[in-house]
């Protein structure tokens, strides 16, 4: 059975990758698990230089959901390469790099420096981040800065480009069009959704950031349909995201057009959820006699008609 | 090396209306738990409430060969999932992923340990209070509550030979008022030369002023913080504390990972 | 202690009303309970004709939520003017009318059949349907469009006007300005989120319309945001709604910025909420000593800092 | 006037790996209920699962002075909720509201009244049958399922004088194949002048084929379906059945308050 998954010059193994931000820089699981058995991990958003991120409290918990606004703390580029991309080779991780930004230029300068470094499979271009004003989402909303910022990364680097898209748009696909028309390798969706909670007690927002994202169950069926839309508009491959957390979620996904998926939140529910997804996927491909999964990507059957009786 | 076990409840005695004892069969998971680790808890099913839960192991269950069998918490009902827990029927499922974080620094002879706890806060020392016994360490534990009503388990601390100074908010067990006040006062009567580790967890503003109060006496303090955790493990970043870097700049440092105990002199309390 | 909630010319006696399309035509819960003690009830959407809407599935539940597409079956205004409108006198209802059209045309039309009828306290424009091609979508997803409808409306009826708005765009605040500027009373939102679930086993969508609309306490935390949102931008008020199952729910909505708010789904899964919300929100001003509830609309506190301990 | 009752179980027999009887003590539930109504069912705490399910009354309890105590359900476990309320524990809470929809209409005699069951179907007919035989009606169950240890309460029926037919696909117990075979055979069978009232519940496609059998032999037909439903209470169109109206147009009526019981030869069968 085979269960790669090709992105421009990147080869997964299987199609399960720990999703930005849900897995610190993939290290701090070596010890839970065997991380080599992903088909690939996405570090938390790195910037140029060294960040703090936002005052706690830093999540809250809604309905099959959480909101974060963590401000994407992090170690920054330069220290990332030193300190943990050896790491994460000698673990035999297939590293995808979440690249942030506040200016085009940094965008091009983060991806030249992680280009040079040894044991980088692909760039993700977070330009979706909703937590903070500088996050690249004024990029993220626009679909000339979207192509501005997938063709600026273009000239610099050979890896696979992945920009990541906000769900927060009126038409996620057209987006998802602009990042392919400027040579794009892959699209990832979905970001968060902006969201807020409110502490009706003290009247004050849960989070120190006033709003953040929503992500989790909560959000499955938007993303689904989200995925399902690009398919239609775009050639590239889809890695879809977005409140999986089962094989049955993943599938889901992968019907409706994702070539691969990504997993967040459910990590944090469950760490040990990627070997009881490789399972149910394994699992369904045999029942279903599906010798690779890449037959099944984007096959949802839409005829109408049929769908109606329940008792079907 | 945490494993998650789908433990079951055993027991689930009530101390009262908010507080309970939850008794768990998770073989396994205790053979290296040391006293200030922790648990992350999901007791419901479905996705809602969807995140675990950190909770102190409150005891490690042995059975009679002494071999661990599960652990015990100490549960406070503030919510959705201190809720499920406090309502727990023997026999259902409760998942338990552990044990997690950095655990106390148990100190030598001739050290004196001092145990500070308010409220819930007690949890993580009923096992430290054991080891620390076990190696015949003179410990005390300052222990605050809103009530006499909220003191609990003072008989398995006289039992190990811990001395107690107990106040309450009313008055009605102990010294009435904060804990803090008696710690000061016993601090400042403590010999210079005598070496003494402090101990602390509770509410934050407890936290902060023992940390402060054992910093005004030049004694060390480990405290376990209490942050809102997603993961337990380091990959969400929700739980971090800002603490003052060797070089004077403020870092937020993960507690999950670096913590749940750290150094209280070396956290920006706010 | 004073709950009522004043809405152009129409009076509220509190801030609650059933959801339009999880309430039938109101006078199905009659003999559950007392309608009368609702601040108001929005009808199910009605064109001027008949509709028998989509074939079942209709509904799929997903995490803390459902999708819907029913497709607008109704019986149309003036059948609902003759059967319906004088049960719901007699049963001294408040009705809000939620109007529907393939046409700006239709939209005036049915507006003027209800404002001719005895018994209407305000019309609910529902361009925002994402169930049917033509359920008013492109007006609520076009700046211009939206501006258009209200417009057209405003000239044939004496009413409030009060615009449904979806929250699948960019920029809800934007669209809500657009409904001010044209003439609105009061902003509606939100709608429910455009979003699929699919069968994996079948590789069908779960629902015979393929996409459906999202709603329950899943889409909570955006919808809060969203209403969050048009109170900076508008004047007006706001009616919220998504996903409110509890007093707490109605307070953050209300502390957010919303003048009154709509429960749907919540009142399938509980057709007693009603008093459980009323009791809550009265037993929540008490204990904040706040005399009318007005007082307590969009007095969230963003000052940063504070927020930040969780022991706070 | 349907009321909803925080009911609590009292007892969960499983009777196969899928089948159980849960008994709900829910005191003024059952004080207007009639054969062929249901309930919706809240079994998990929290939103997910969100909505309620629907479930036949399949037993009135009554306590010795035969005053109604509560409702058992059938249930047969094919998702979340069937699942937990599969696995339901006694003492738990378990929200019931109820009764809905429309009951069967009940013959008088010289009516003889047939009834036919597939697989979990079998629920409504337990109040049906005693209603019926109450009036000393002649009653006949028609009952398939998969397998002969799928065939449940046999001898509560054969207790009330219900004449049983039994079928199982795998021909473990009784005749092999659908239900609908000899029911098709007996009508055939029947003599034109006797009068006659079929009562069914099951899969909508044994449904459908009971129905049609039923007009093919000019028999009068009430079907109990089951749809998807939102709320029960006809708030949310999501349970509609498609039907023949007076002036031969396709309707879409809401099963729950419509039905579930519904004339099967008004109904558009797929
Ligand atoms: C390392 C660690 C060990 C802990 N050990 C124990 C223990 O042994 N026994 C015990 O009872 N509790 C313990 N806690 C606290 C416990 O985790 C929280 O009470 C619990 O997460 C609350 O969950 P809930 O679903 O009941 O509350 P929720 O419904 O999630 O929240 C209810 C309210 O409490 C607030 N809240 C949530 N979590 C916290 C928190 N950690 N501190 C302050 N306010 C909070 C929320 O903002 C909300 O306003 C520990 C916490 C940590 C970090
Ligand atoms: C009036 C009425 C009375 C009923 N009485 C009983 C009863 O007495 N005992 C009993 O066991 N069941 C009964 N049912 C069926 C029962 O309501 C469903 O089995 C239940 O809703 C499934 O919920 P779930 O959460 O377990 O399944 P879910 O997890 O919601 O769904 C699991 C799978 O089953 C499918 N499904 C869900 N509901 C139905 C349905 N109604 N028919 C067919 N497929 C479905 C879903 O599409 C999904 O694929 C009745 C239904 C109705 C309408
Ligand atoms: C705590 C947290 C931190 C996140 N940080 C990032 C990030 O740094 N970069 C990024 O592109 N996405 C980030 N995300 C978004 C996730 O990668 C993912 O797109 C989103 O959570 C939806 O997937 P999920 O529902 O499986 O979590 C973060 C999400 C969470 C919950
Ligand atoms: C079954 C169903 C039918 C609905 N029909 C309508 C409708 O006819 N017109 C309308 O404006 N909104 C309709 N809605 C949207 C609701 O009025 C409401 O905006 C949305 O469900 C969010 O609120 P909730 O989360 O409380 O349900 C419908 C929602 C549901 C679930
Ligand atoms: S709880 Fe996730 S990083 Fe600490
Ligand atoms: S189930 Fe809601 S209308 Fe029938």
């Given at each position: 059975m085979d269960l790669s998954v090709r992105i421009g010059s990147m080869t997964l193994k299987n199609p399960l990758i720990a999703a930005s931000g849900c897995f610190g820089y993939g290290v701090e699981y070596a010890d839970v698990f065997?991380?080599?058995?992903?088909?690939g991990l996405a570090t938390k958003g790195l910037f140029l230089s060294e960040r703090e991120g936002?005052?706690?409290?830093r999540i809250v918990e809604t309905p099959a959901g959480m909101l974060n606004a963590i401000g994407l703390q992090g170690i920054g580029a330069s220290r990332f390469v030193e300190e943990k991309l050896p790491q994460l080779r000698a673990l035999g991780a297939t590293v995808i790099v979440n690249v942030c930004g506040t200016t085009i230029a940094e965008y091009a300068e983060v991806s030249r420096i992680v280009s040079d470094a040894?044991?980088?499979?692909a760039i993700e271009l977070n330009i979706s981040c909703p937590n903070i004003k500088e996050g690249g989402i004024q990029f993220g909303c626009s679909l000339t800065g979207t192509f501005a910022v997938v063709d600026a990364v273009r000239k610099v680097t050979q890896l696979p480009i992945i920009p990541k898209l906000t769900p927060n748009v009126t038409d996620v696909a057209s987006f998802a069009r602009a990042a392919e028309e400027a040579g794009a390798d892959a699209v990832s969706l979905v970001n968060t959704f902006l969201a807020m909670v409110i502490d009706v007690e003290t009247?004050?927002?849960?989070?120190?950031?006033i709003v953040g994202g929503l992500s989790g169950p909560a959000i499955r069926p938007i993303a689904v349909r989200m995925v399902y839309e690009c398919r239609q508009m775009v050639k590239i491959p889809i890695l879809g995201m977005g409140g999986i957390a089962d094989a049955r979620d993943a599938l889901e996904f992968i019907i409706a057009g994702a070539a691969a998926v990504q997993v967040g939140t459910a990590n944090f529910v469950d760490p040990f959820v990627w070997t009881k997804l490789l399972d149910g996927i394994t699992d369904y491909m045999q029942r279903h006699q599906i010798a690779r999964l890449s037959d099944l990507v984007g096959t949802l059957d839409t005829r109408t008609g049929d769908a109606a009786g329940i008792s079907a | 090396m945490p494993i998650d076990v789908a433990a079951h409840v055993v027991a689930n005695h009530a101390l009262s209306t908010d507080y309970n004892v939850l008794s768990l069969a998770a073989p396994g998971l205790t053979t290296t738990a040391a006293p200030g680790q922790f648990v992350m808890i999901k007791a419901g099913r479905g996705h809602d409430p969807l995140l675990r839960r950190p909770f102190s192991i409150f005891e490690v269950l042995r059975d009679e060969r002494g071999t661990p069998t599960g652990i015990s918490i100490l549960n406070k009902r503030i919510g959705v999932s201190t809720g499920l827990v406090y309502d727990a029927r023997p026999g259902q499922r409760v998942d338990c992923l552990g044990p997690l974080g950095r655990p106390f620094t148990i100190v030598e002879p001739p050290n004196e340990a001092w145990m500070v706890a308010g409220g819930v806060g007690l949890a993580p020392f009923a096992e430290l209070a054991t080891a620390l016994r076990g190696r015949g360490i003179a410990t005390v534990l300052f222990y605050g509550a809103r009530s006499g009503a909220e003191l609990f388990y003072l008989d398995f601390f006289r039992g190990l030979g811990v001395e107690l100074v107990l106040t309450t908010e009313d008055g009605s067990l102990g010294e009435r008022g904060r804990i803090v006040a008696p710690l000061d006062r016993r601090l400042a009567a403590q010999p210079a030369e005598s070496a003494l580790m402090v101990y602390a967890c509770g509410p934050e503003g407890m936290l902060a002023a023992t940390a402060r109060t054992a910093a005004r006496h030049g004694r060390r303090c480990q405290v376990s913080v209490e942050r809102l955790m997603?993961?337990?493990?380091?990959?969400?970043?929700?739980c971090v504390v800002p603490m003052r870097t060797d070089d004077g700049r403020s870092h937020h440092v993960r507690s999950c990972i670096a913590g749940p105990v750290l150094a209280g002199d070396q956290i920006l309390w706010d």
């Open positions: 065997d991380i080599s058995i992903l088909g936002h005052p706690p409290p040894e044991g980088v499979a009247r004050r927002p849960k989070i120190s950031n | 997603g993961c337990g493990l380091g990959g969400c970043y929700s």
